[in-house]
């Protein structure tokens, strides 16, 4: 055994791996990212960076169906792209322990929303367990697959990004040996059809009191006891904001989903008042409110409903000295980087003159502000051509949907087919720098190369785009102006789907995926 320091990404890593997985998956997305990885570069464990979270879960799924163990991680968001699988997964049941970790970004320090996983976890009725520092992410991810084979479900795994990119200290131990397969028909657990749904969602909540049971087994929700008349209810992370205050407080540390109510009823019933202290949603707090007249935390005010909680409104709700004064903090807004290829794009494309240009999520999205300010919407992944698809269905002229590769492979190519397919006036433009730049530079599916860096085949975007019937594609050096703004300007005025690949590496990476 051994201590070390390791970021929480690192820290569940390495707890996969410590449970003897035989597989991983995920797509890139912050602040999960690193969770595979680490997995990549520190073990022989076979790992996928997936097409996308649908896949990638899907995947997982299939690994389970063979008794062996694996890990499928993303970000909050990623699990909205995941959540058709994941839903039906809990009725179905695993075989092997799957285990899914979600990064939840409070603060939407990358993100475009604050949405909590938790509630993911409740509509699926499935356990979902919270850590609240390195120690516990390992040793809580490595119990999750015991937890998963012991009911038959995926287990949650919900962390911030506050947790996962601090680094604290934790043990390393022993890897278990990974399972053998064990691969067995079973049509009526297997195969999602209206005759088996209903015997299967009973059995889904018959799981739920013994959800309960293992839980009580764990300690993972407990009460610490103290002298004060006012109680704190810590989840997750919050439990280490609740220490700080060292105020001899009586805390209920709730790490573990769902919440036995009796244990709320107990902590609560010789308070005069309880705070509720939660990253995310007012989850917890609302349960609470049944309970107890006397409830301080979101609902109440006391705590803001938005941007990450953090220690320092903890800190100022029981009148203590704030230790991160932002007022003190120097802004830094992201921004594209100098010398990078979509700028010259957007520079070009400002020439040709859009009507309207939809978004995407990538680095390329930074291209909305000033001095470009090229952009004029932005949802989520693969929605700038169904966006584009349906402003010039409505008369308007010279759309432009801008999207990035990796982005395009995630979710664009369906778009594109409905364009094509529903005759759609519009001009869409792949940005082509070679990686998935903005989560850490992740090779993408025309690299040639794998999660582990092996080499695999290429796919092309531009026979990719012929294969879905587009009128015309072409793909452009962004640095050759005049030559990207004409591209530009014969898509925009024909009509017809066209489609114009910017294409330049990330100047970050040109020399890193080279041969050696």
């Not at 499928?72 to 009725?91: E, I, Q, R």
């Not at 976890?121 to 937890?147: N, Q, R, V």
């Not at 452009?476 to 703004?485: I, S, W």
Request: aromatic share 8%; hydrophobic share 40%.
């Amino acid at each position: 055994m051994e201590r070390v320091l390791m970021l929480g990404t690192d820290a569940i890593a390495r707890g996969a791996i410590e449970a003897g997985i035989s597989y991983a998956t995920s797509y890139p997305g912050t602040p999960a990212t690193q969770i595979l990885e680490y997995i990549a570069k520190n073990s022989s464990i076979p790992c996928e960076w997936s097409i996308n979270e649908k896949v990638a879960f899907e995947v997982a799924y299939g690994v389970s169906l063979t008794g062996k163990r694996v890990l499928c991680s993303m970000k909050h968001v990623g699990l909205n792209v995941a959540a058709d699988p994941f839903m039906t997964s809990s009725y179905l049941g695993v075989r092997g322990g799957l285990v899914l970790v979600v990064g939840d970004d409070p603060g939407a320090y990358s993100s475009q929303n604050e949405q909590d996983s938790r509630f993911y976890a409740y509509f699926a009725k499935i356990p979902c367990l919270e850590p609240y520092d390195g120690e516990t992410a390992k040793f809580y991810t490595k119990i999750a697959f015991d937890i998963s084979e012991e009911l038959g479900l995926p287990v949650m795994l919900r962390s911030q990004t506050r947790l996962l990119h601090c680094y604290s200290p934790v043990t390393l131990e022993e890897i278990k040996p990974q399972k053998e397969i064990n691969l067995t028909k079973d049509p009526q657990h297997l195969i999602a059809i209206p005759k088996h749904v209903i015997p299967l969602h009973r059995e889904l909540n018959a799981k739920q009191l013994k959800i309960l049971e293992i839980f009580k087994k764990y300690n993972f929700n407990e009460i610490i006891f103290g002298e004060s008349k006012i109680g704190i209810i810590a989840c997750g992370l919050t439990f280490t904001y609740a220490l700080e205050l060292e105020n001899n407080l009586p805390i209920l540390r709730i790490t573990a989903y769902p919440v036995e109510e009796n244990l709320i009823k107990d902590f609560v019933k010789k308070l005069d008042e309880v705070i509720v202290l939660e990253e995310g949603y007012p989850f917890i707090e609302k349960l609470v409110k049944c309970f107890h007249p006397k409830v301080r935390g979101k609902l109440s005010g006391d705590l803001p409903m938005e941007g990450e909680l953090g220690p320092d409104p903890v800190l100022k709700l029981f009148g203590k000295k704030t230790k991160t004064p932002l007022s003190n903090v120097i802004p830094r807004p992201p921004f594209l980087c100098p010398g990078c290829p979509h700028r010259e794009f957007y520079k070009a494309l400002l020439e040709a003159e859009p009507t309207f240009v939809t978004g995407d999520i990538g680095c390329y999205t930074l291209g909305c502000l000033p001095p470009l300010s090229a952009l004029d919407t932005c949802l989520c992944m693969g929605a700038s051509i169904g966006k584009a698809i349906g402003i010039a269905k409505q008369g308007v002229k010279r759309v432009a949907a801008v999207i990035g590769d990796s982005t395009f492979w995630h979710s664009g190519i369906p778009a594109l087919i409905d364009a094509v397919y529903n005759k759609a006036d519009i001009l869409v433009c792949i940005l082509d720098n070679s990686v998935v730049a903005m989560t850490g530079h992740q090779p993408t599916p025309h690299l040639g190369l794998t999660a582990k860096r092996e080499e695999t085949k290429k796919l092309s975007l531009v026979e990719i785009c012929k294969a879905c019937g587009v009128d015309s594609v072409v793909e452009v050096d962004p640095f050759k102006k005049e030559e990207m703004v004409f591209a530009l300007k014969k898509g925009l005025e024909t009509p017809g789907v066209h489609v114009v690949i910017s294409k330049r590496p990330c100047i970050f990476v040109a020399k890193k995926f080279k041969k050696d």
